[in-house]
């Protein structure tokens, strides 16, 4: 990085005055100060930082009037609606799931809280759910993850958003409540990114919980959550875990993070990955489609695993299984996708060599414990948006991306086909438990049925030409199963 060459010293100490004290001041900045900006390509607006004023102290209105919203800037919103036009290019299945279901609005009466990333793409899903009928009312699962200029869009739109790039952690949970709380308007379905949204409603008001018709969750640390609910009896409602349905964990989780993950380490640290050592902490779906992009690039990948039979699979793929402590003094790269907590603690990080990136694919914000250098003897330099160095006294440095959070959400953009793939699953997930007749689903958490995983693929197939081949009555006799599928079992492993 920049901070390592020799001549910006001899550059610093020939500056005026004014802008060694700037540069001083930023040397010496502490976490307490460090960055909650963001930096994301896909979105090319300033953030709410910027103008040093709070989208909460705002008063803003959009072109008819319409106040209910809280975002930075509501006049980036044409520029927001030319990202959404850019992104539904991309999002075929999902616009034609829109096309078939309009006329039948099947979320006819639904009022979903949304608490998940801002982006184009969850723009699209977003006016899709209000096509089909649905009333909604959106807040962000990440402080930084949001664009700002598309949460404009919506907003012009006539649609309830609170979000903005760059928010605190008060501002994050102040967003969900103004969500959840609203005149005149009760929410009866939940779709989650995390829990957050599940955790507020359920804790602040438990009677509205208890009126909830159900929850769609996407991520591993929702459903996590959602399963811990179930097994102490505190989950009263059904709940639907797109996470692990197939077309979710095959395609948004492997798929979209081999290219994403890239994508955000360019971005950030103009890193060339021929040579380097990377450590990848995890081999499920995204933890596979990381170690299968670097390997492209010639990395030298090393994994570590808990689990023996991804442990296995690793091997069989090519890859060294270590512990990271037997690694951590030696590689350049460390990547988190495990979805756990403190997987890289203190120690870890006290034992990186100089210079070594650290960053997390994994949803949760606990995997790499950034708490932990929370310290006065380490001193936090911001770089770039969203990349920090953090210096130890000896002048040991390492390189932190977006504050431990999600990396490909928070520094890059993903693919708008694969984040179709997903919306789609999650608007039959909203559709399906909406409409159970009453006794379908308990108080429990459910995979999507197999029927409908297979119809969010049949709905993507067209954009390739492709042409299925079909069973004739002996074969589906034969096989036992129905001609127009399910074609595998719940257990089948894709």
Not at 87 to 103: D, S, T, Y
Request: with cysteine; aromatic share 8%.
């Amino acid at each position: 990085m920049t901070g390592d060459f020799p001549n910006n010293e001899i550059a610093f100490k020939n500056a005026p005055a004014s802008s060694r004290q700037s540069r001083a001041k930023r040397r010496s900045r502490s976490l307490s100060a460090s960055s909650t900006d963001s930096y994301s390509s896909g979105s090319y607006s300033s953030s709410s930082e910027d103008d040093g004023i709070s989208p909460r102290e705002k008063t803003q209105t959009n072109s008819k009037g319409f106040s209910d919203f809280c975002v930075s800037n509501i006049n980036q919103a044409a520029f927001g609606r030319r990202e959404i036009e850019i992104a539904e290019q991309e999002m075929p299945g999902l616009l034609l799931l829109k096309k078939r279901a309009e006329n039948d609005k099947p979320l006819q009466g639904a009022r979903i809280i949304g608490c998940t990333h801002i982006t184009a793409q969850l723009a699209v899903l977003i006016e899709t759910l209000r096509a089909l009928g649905a009333s909604v009312r959106w807040s962000a699962c990440n402080i930084h993850s949001t664009q700002n200029e598309v949460a404009a869009s919506l907003a012009e739109a006539g649609i309830p958003i609170f979000a903005w790039r760059g928010e605190t952690e008060e501002d994050f949970w102040w967003c969900i409540e103004r969500c959840i709380m609203s005149d005149g308007w009760q929410p009866n379905m939940i779709l989650d990114d995390g829990g957050d949204a599940t955790h507020v409603l359920l804790k602040k008001w438990p009677e509205t919980f208890k009126l909830i018709k159900g929850i769609v969750e996407e991520s591993m640390t929702g459903v996590h959550r959602l399963y811990q609910l179930s097994k102490t009896g505190k989950l009263t409602i059904p709940a639907m875990n797109v996470n692990d349905s197939v077309t979710k964990i095959k395609f948004d989780n492997l798929y979209c993070c081999r290219e994403s993950v890239l994508d955000a380490l360019k971005r950030t640290t103009d890193i060339m990955f021929g040579g380097k050592q990377v450590v990848v902490c995890g081999y499920g779906e995204v933890g596979k489609g990381c170690c299968a992009a670097l390997r492209g690039l010639g990395a030298v990948i090393y994994v570590s695993e808990v689990d023996p039979i991804c442990a296995l699979q690793a091997c069989m793929d090519g890859f060294r299984v270590v512990t990271l402590e037997s690694v951590v003094r030696s590689v350049d790269v460390v990547i988190t996708a495990t979805g756990n907590k403190n997987v890289v603690n203190r120690q870890h990080l006290d034992r990186l060599k100089n210079g070594c990136i650290i960053c997390n694919m994994g949803h949760s914000n606990t995997e790499i414990d950034v708490n932990s250098l929370r310290t006065p003897e380490l001193t936090w330099e911001k770089v770039r948006k969203q990349v920090d160095h953090i210096i130890w006294p000896d002048g040991k440095r390492i390189i932190l991306l977006a504050e431990g959070r999600l990396v490909n959400l928070s520094c890059s953009t993903v693919p708008s086909f694969v984040l179709s793939i997903t919306a789609t699953t999650q608007a039959l997930a909203l559709i399906e438990l909406f409409n159970a007749p009453a006794g379908r689903y308990k108080q429990d958490v459910y995979l999507l049925p197999k029927k409908l995983d297979e119809y969010v693929a049949t709905l993507h197939l067209p954009t390739f030409d492709a042409h299925l081949t079909e069973l004739t009555d002996e074969q589906a006799r034969y096989l036992g199963i129905n001609k127009a599928g399910p074609f595998k079992p719940n257990y089948y492993r894709y």
